[in-house]
């Protein structure tokens, strides 16, 4: 079995496009990763995740430890048994959940206390005990158990929390059990402050991690300061590490991310809209509840080969959303994760054919158009009406 490591193939500017190696088979990046949080990607059977190319999905430590418990999954063999996804698999460390619940915990600096949201019992999680965990659900990837503030917040309040969170990550270190194939990632804090960007890219690479993720940006600072934010620490991070940008994003965070050297990502995007209606497409977003749709016999995409959009019409799927059918939000984040995997295929050839420039150009040009005409789309999936 092949030892945790990333490759580069080729890179066209600051993109890279290479090979994750784990313990569950290789990945090719620049990768999107599904979001299973309670050990299910909500509303698709593996097999529907698994036919949209999606290389490695997310299992969430905070869910998975309330409910059924890190030790009832490992005593069912782990978390790819549970849940049938034999690829590879990275579980947050839980402290982005634990930190948003606000009023029902409570924090120290060996960690933090916590209410369940289920049925408010209390549960505690620091370093050690998030990456037990971690190892208890036989994570391919395990996170650094870390504090993620709100933004905004006061530059030293960002830096007390991020020094905090790099006392973490060494205590994390120091608790991870080394398996052929398997991988721990460092999590750079700072928020926005290039400076202390700067500082924890250097106290994670001290300590040494076989990845190195981005953490708190998408938390409401925008896009243009989120890139800026990458424009500056991205140069830092080690160049034979794969870096993975958390929480991120629409199509367009994630081409313009890819653009500043980042490999992967992982998003409740995609997974949230496809069950309230909206449809990410080549040409933008759709929302399916729309009128304008009733009676469309054409499929989402004429680009898509997922289950919606093979045998099904927008004027289908409109009906099972407005009568609250599970049919449609099952169908429509099939699309969606379909389209997130398209899209990360095309990057990644683009990079490896030195045109991704060329590629982002034409793909926001579309995504800024209108709607299919007729004359773009010709195959409707219901036959016209003798
Ligand atoms: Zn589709």
Not at 188 to 204: C, F, H, I, K, M
Not at 301 to 328: K, M, Q, T, V
Not at 343 to 354: H, K, P, T
Not at 364 to 384: F, S, V
Request: glycine share 10%; aromatic share 6%.
């Amino acid at each position: 079995m092949s030892r945790f490591h990333w490759t580069c193939e080729s890179t066209d500017g600051d993109a890279r496009a290479g090979m994750l190696h784990t313990a569950h088979g290789p990945v090719a990046t620049p990768t999107f990763m599904p979001v299973g949080t309670v050990g299910t990607v909500k509303a698709m059977t593996m097999d529907a995740v698994r036919s949209t190319g999606a290389g490695i999905v997310l299992g969430n430590t905070y869910h998975l430890m309330l409910r059924p418990g890190a030790e009832r999954v490992r005593a069912l063999g782990g978390l790819h048994r549970f849940m049938d996804w034999s690829g590879p698999i990275l579980t947050d460390s839980g402290g982005f959940q634990v930190m948003s619940l606000g009023a029902l915990r409570k924090l120290d600096q060996d960690g933090v206390t916590f209410r369940s949201h289920i049925d408010g019992s209390y549960h505690r999680l620091t370093p050690e005990i998030s990456t037990d965990i971690q190892h208890a659900l036989d994570a391919t990837i395990t996170m650094c158990f870390d504090e993620c503030p709100a933004l905004p917040a006061a530059p030293d309040a960002i830096a007390a929390s991020m020094r905090l969170s790099m006392r973490w990550a060494a205590r994390s270190r120091e608790a991870f059990v080394p398996r052929t194939g398997y991988g721990q990632f460092g999590i750079v804090q700072g928020g926005t402050e290039a400076d202390l960007r700067a500082e924890s890219v250097q106290a994670l690479t001290d300590i040494g991690f076989e990845g190195y993720a981005i953490g708190g940006l998408a938390v409401g600072e925008g896009q243009e300061l989120m890139f800026a934010t990458l424009d500056t620490t991205v140069p830092l991070m080690p160049r034979n590490a794969p870096r993975y940008l958390m929480g991120v994003g629409t199509p367009d965070d994630l081409l313009g991310s890819v653009q500043r050297g980042v490999d992967m990502f992982d998003c409740v995007m995609p997974t949230r809209a496809g069950r309230t209606a909206r449809a990410y497409t080549e040409r933008g977003t759709l929302n399916l509840r729309n009128a304008r749709h009733a009676t469309d016999t054409r499929p989402i995409s004429p680009h898509c080969d997922c289950l919606a959009c093979s045998r099904h019409s927008r004027a289908y799927l409109h009906h099972l959303f407005r009568a609250n059918e599970i049919l449609g939000p099952m169908l429509l984040t099939w699309h969606n994760i379909a389209y997130y995997q398209r899209l990360m295929r095309q990057i990644r050839e683009a990079i490896l054919e030195g045109r991704l420039d060329a590629l982002a150009t034409s793909l926001r040009a579309e995504w800024a158009a209108e709607d299919w005409t007729e004359d773009e789309m010709p195959r409707p999936i219901l036959p016209p009406v003798p």
